[in-house]
């Protein structure tokens, strides 16, 4: 039997997972993310949790194929990490410093939206297709991209960085990236919430979403919108259709056979789902297909583990 090891690395916690090659978890845990030695630390704490853990299962490191890793930053092909300021990182090699600390076990590294993008191609929503694009709705908005079963991370490792794609002419308030008008400031968890406080203050209209005030969040928004709140819907719509029109320029330019929506977000379900893909269709009129291609993430939080996994068994 043979084995493969996906590491999520996230500014809080590390996420692990031991695999069979074929796709089974076997066990997944959490540990620190411990930043100090230039971001560096949380390696050595990863290679230490690994080994520990199949030294618990019986696994020799030998009948191990290899370990893929998800880091929250541009990787571009070779492994180089200019910038990950969540973790710490600059211009660095995390996958080659985590293999050393493995005494020279294969360790491949991907961003971790476009790793977790591989996961539900491979054992989530996507499973059976060969290209996805994967959307996270959380407090930003997170893409990744895999054609032909392959991530595409680009030049620059800035592939799939769909969060930051320019959608609103003359936005007065920057994003976090430095631009002005990107997606994430409309239709991330906080860009709905955003877009709902402009909704009710260009308007007198009764809203039930005014007794939320300023701490509105986007559950408070799709909770409104689905019970019909006038406002509640404009502003949903507005983050959605804003959503589906970057959504339409991928579909033109890559062709996937589904987009896969998660993040916290995306717990309004299919009214979300339905909606974004009403919108692409009115957007997309050349791409003749009916099945419904805008789906809800089945892996939840597990998604970059399994990418990550899936990661360390490719050629």
């Known amino acids: 039997m043979k084995y493969c090891v996906g590491v999520d690395v996230g500014g809080t916690t590390v996420k692990l997972g031991i695999f069979e090659a074929e796709g089974r978890l076997l ?42 890793m998800g880091v929250p930053g541009p990787v571009v092909a070779n492994g180089y990490v200019e910038l990950c300021p969540n973790l710490g990182l600059h211009k660095c090699y995390p996958a ?48 990744g991209l895999v054609n032909e079963g392959r991530m595409i991370s680009g030049v620059h490792g800035a592939g799939g960085e769909i969060g930051h794609m320019h959608v609103v002419d003359d936005e007065p308030e920057a994003c976090n990236c430095g631009g002005h008008g990107c997606l994430e400031q409309y239709a991330s968890a906080t860009g709905i919430a955003r877009v709902a406080r402009r909704k009710l203050a260009e308007t007198p209209k009764p809203s039930a979403m005014r007794a939320f005030g300023e701490h509105i969040s986007a559950k408070n928004v799709c909770d409104c919108a689905k019970e019909g709140d006038e406002t509640a819907l404009l502003a949903i719509r507005f983050s959605m259709q804003k959503l589906a029109l970057i959504l339409s320029h991928v579909a033109l330019g890559t062709d996937p056979k589904l987009f896969v929506i998660g993040g916290g977000v995306s717990k309004a379900g299919d009214f979300l789902t339905d909606m974004i893909q009403t919108y692409l269709r009115e957007l997309t009129p050349l791409i003749k297909d009916d099945s419904k291609n805008v789906v809800l993430a089945e892996l939840g939080n597990d998604a970059g583990i399994y990418g990550a996994a899936k990661l360390a068994l490719e050629e």
């Open 27 to 68: 066990e997944k845990w959490e540990i620190k993310t411990r930043k100090g030695e230039d971001g560096r630390q949380f390696i050595a704490d990863t290679a230490a949790s690994i080994r520990e853990h199949l030294l618990q299962h019986g696994i020799a490191e030998s009948d191990v194929i290899g370990a893929g």
């Open 96 to 143: 080659k410093e985590l293999s050393e600390a493995l005494g020279g076990m294969k360790v491949e590294i991907g961003n971790d939206a476009n790793v977790a993008a591989l996961g539900e191609l491979w054992q989530g929503a996507g499973k059976g297709h060969h290209s996805i694009c994967m959307v996270t709705l959380g407090t930003g908005v997170g893409g």
